[in-house]
């Protein structure tokens, strides 16, 4: 090996993780605006279209997590979806037609997507390697970083989006994607960032199965996750078609609200943290669905677009509850295998896309923004419920081991 370079490695890894949050926070309010007003898609073909996307995402996660815990070198995995996260947001904004969309986001972003987990599951290593008593409260920070994207980054999207070109917030996010695999290249000169955690082996005569061994009330709290998440992410489509088409606002008024509920929801995310010390994991993740299905179910009756923000702090606090939450919950999951199980972030994802666009579609053809939006609260409120019913015996402060 040659000369190791000196690196601030974590200032650069928290500037990774800011970036990552760009990508989302630049794309998501704005991604069926895109699809469905800008580009004409009926919304029955966008659902489909996210549909096709999350089966291929499927596939691509769970390749990416089997190979995360086997590959010498991490980074390398960061830089592929990296690369294919910038190729696919250029493409939607070069092309500008429904064609390039179906393209980006069903045959190249799915592969994309990973780098967020993928940045998740190395950091996770690095610092369980470099820093193993202080890693947990890293990756909280790390995960600080890509929420402060989101208190930043939308207002100012929303105002070239509605000033500009809408088209533009894919340029952005994309110019994002090419700063992470900078990054994870430059890192690349640093031998102490090629770390890898100790190889598992299935014991012997076990089966292939075993790999993916989860306790039963773990798969239950992960699919009412993905039901929380379905709620949540299908309002996320309707929501800014509701604000733009119904109550007369604009695409600035979209990314100001994305703005202020990352900006209530990043404060939020201290107190989680404290809170983390005294109750358990699933009692915070029942929490965030009701906070979620309250929220959604207030806006269905919202008269302005003020109200909207007004009841932000509702939903910023069940998503700071569900974000902080979620990824420590899924690490967990398969004892050993930390790519694996942050794979199932991926996973998770995957399967509220799948949930959240069939309920798009079926929900757009009731041509009732509100109902559609009440229906959306339902699926969270569902999760919270199936969280605490399954895990009732873990609801509450923690025990010791």
């Given at each position: 090996?040659?000369h190791?370079?000196?690196?601030?490695?974590?200032?650069?890894?928290?500037?990774?993780?800011f970036?990552?949050?760009?990508?989302?926070?630049?794309?998501?309010?704005y991604?069926?605006?895109?699809?469905?007003?800008?580009?004409?898609?009926?919304?029955?073909?966008?659902?489909?279209?996210?549909?096709?996307?999350?089966?291929?995402?499927?596939?691509?996660?769970?390749?990416?997590?089997?190979?995360s815990?086997?590959?010498?070198?991490?980074?390398?995995?960061?830089?592929?979806?990296?690369?294919?996260?910038?190729?696919?947001?250029?493409?939607?904004?070069?092309?500008?037609?429904?064609?390039?969309?179906?393209?980006?986001?069903?045959?190249?972003?799915?592969?994309?997507?990973?780098?967020?987990?993928?940045?998740?599951?190395?950091?996770?290593?690095?610092?369980?390697?470099?820093?193993?008593d202080?890693?947990?409260?890293?990756?909280?920070?790390?995960?600080?970083?890509?929420?402060?994207a989101?208190?930043?980054?939308?207002?100012?999207?929303?105002?070239?989006?509605?000033?500009?070109?809408?088209?533009?917030?894919?340029?952005?996010?994309?110019?994002?994607?090419?700063?992470?695999?900078?990054?994870?290249?430059?890192?690349?000169?640093n031998?102490?960032?090629?770390?890898q955690?100790?190889?598992?082996?299935?014991?012997?005569?076990?089966s292939?199965?075993?790999?993916?061994?989860?306790?039963?009330?773990?798969?239950?709290?992960?699919?009412?996750?993905?039901?929380?998440?379905?709620?949540?992410?299908?309002?996320?489509?309707?929501?800014?078609?509701?604000?733009v088409?119904?109550?007369?606002?604009?695409?600035?008024?979209?990314?100001?609200?994305?703005?202020?509920?990352?900006?209530?929801?990043?404060?939020?995310?201290?107190?989680?943290?404290?809170?983390?010390?005294?109750?358990?994991?699933?009692?915070?993740?029942?929490?965030?669905?009701?906070?979620?299905?309250?929220?959604?179910?207030?806006?269905?009756?919202?008269?302005?677009?003020?109200?909207?923000?007004?009841?932000?702090?509702?939903?910023?606090?069940?998503?700071?509850?569900?974000?902080?939450?979620?990824?420590?919950?899924?690490?967990?999951a398969?004892?050993?295998?930390?790519?694996?199980?942050?794979?199932?972030?991926?996973?998770?994802?995957?399967?509220?896309?799948?949930?959240?666009?069939?309920?798009?579609?079926?929900?757009?053809?009731l041509?009732?923004?509100?109902?559609?939006?009440?229906?959306?609260?339902?699926?969270?409120?569902?999760?919270?419920?199936?969280?605490?019913?399954?895990?009732?015996?873990?609801?509450?402060?923690?025990?010791?081991?």
């Open positions: 090996m040659g190791s370079v000196r690196m601030p490695v974590t200032p650069m890894l928290g500037t990774s993780m970036f990552s949050g760009i990508t989302y926070a630049a794309t998501a309010p991604a069926s605006l895109v699809g469905v007003d800008a580009l004409g898609m009926a919304p029955s073909v966008f659902a489909t279209v996210m549909a096709i996307g999350s089966l291929i995402g499927l596939i691509s996660a769970v390749g990416l997590g089997l190979l815990d086997r590959i010498k070198d991490r980074r390398w995995l960061v830089i592929l979806t990296a690369f294919a996260g910038m190729t696919g947001h250029a493409l939607i904004f070069w092309g500008q037609s429904p064609l390039t969309f179906i393209i980006a986001t069903a045959v190249i972003m799915p592969l994309g997507l990973g780098c967020f987990s993928q940045c998740l599951g190395f950091m996770r290593v690095y610092f369980v390697h470099h820093r193993p202080r890693a947990d409260f890293i990756m909280t920070i790390m995960r600080m970083m890509f929420t402060l989101w208190v930043i980054v939308p207002p100012l999207v929303g105002w070239i989006a509605s000033a500009y070109s809408v088209f533009l917030v894919y340029l952005l996010s994309s110019l994002s994607y090419l700063a992470i695999g900078a990054i994870f290249l430059v890192l690349l000169r031998r102490d960032t090629a770390v955690s100790p190889r598992i082996e299935r014991a012997e005569g076990a292939l199965l075993s790999t993916f061994a989860i306790e039963r009330p773990k798969i239950f709290g992960l699919c009412s996750i993905v039901l929380m998440w379905t709620g949540a992410r299908t309002a996320s489509y309707i929501v800014p078609l509701f604000i088409k119904e109550l007369g606002g604009t695409l600035a008024n979209v990314g100001i609200y994305s703005g202020i509920n990352a900006a209530i929801e990043a404060p939020s995310m201290f107190a989680i943290a404290w809170l983390t010390t005294k109750v358990s994991k699933e009692t915070l993740l029942a929490i965030a669905g009701l906070c979620l299905a309250v929220f959604l179910a207030s806006v269905s009756l919202a008269p302005s677009i003020l109200v909207i923000y007004c009841l932000l702090v509702i939903n910023a606090v069940g998503v700071a509850l569900i974000q902080t939450q979620n990824i420590a919950y899924a690490q967990d398969i004892k050993g295998r930390v790519g694996l199980s942050t794979s199932l972030i991926d996973l998770m994802g995957i399967a509220t896309n799948l949930l959240s666009a069939a309920a798009f579609a079926v929900l757009m053809g041509n009732d923004y509100r109902l559609a939006i009440a229906c959306a609260a339902g699926f969270s409120l569902i999760g919270a419920l199936s969280m605490a019913g399954s895990n009732f015996k873990r609801l509450g402060r923690l025990r010791s081991a």
